[in-house]
């Protein structure tokens, strides 16, 4: 029916609502079963938890991105981590995602993506337990 988002075509879908008056943002990802179970974005679901957001693994309506309930919206992957998406063409509709201003990655993703990053390469501590020592177990 087409009214439901599920992912991109190489990666997974994730969006960050605008903060609540309290500053927490909520990390929304689909949940269906045609969707690859990403390392990356369970990675990500774990970090956005650490800063105190919420995470929602549910039915993203398409209606709820041209409605603008989402700040950020982005495609997560093993390869580039998160790539921040702008625009969503859908048939001859244009959705703009946050104020369309935007050009770089924003406040939420870019918190996530430096955690993320910092873990990975050893800069920041891993409190989730993700990385192994190179001599193996």
């Not at 990390?27 to 990356?40: A, G, K």
């Not at 924003?106 to 920041?124: T, V």
């Amino acid at each position: 029916t087409h009214t439901h988002i599920d992912e991109f075509s190489t990666s997974n879908f994730v969006a960050l609502t605008y903060p609540d008056a309290n500053g927490v943002r909520t990390f929304v990802t689909p949940d269906s079963n045609s969707i690859l179970r990403s390392v990356t974005r369970l990675s990500l679901e774990d970090i956005a938890k650490s800063l105190g957001w919420k995470v929602e693994e549910r039915a993203v309506a398409l209606k709820e991105v041209e409605e603008g309930k989402f700040e950020e919206v982005a495609a997560c992957g093993t390869a580039a981590i998160i790539t921040p998406v702008k625009k969503i063409v859908h048939g001859n509709q244009t959705i703009v995602i946050g104020s369309g201003e935007q050009t770089d990655i924003g406040e939420g993703f870019k918190k996530l993506y430096d955690a993320y990053r910092g873990i990975q390469s050893g800069d920041m501590e891993d409190t989730f337990g993700w990385m192994w020592p190179k001599e193996g177990l």
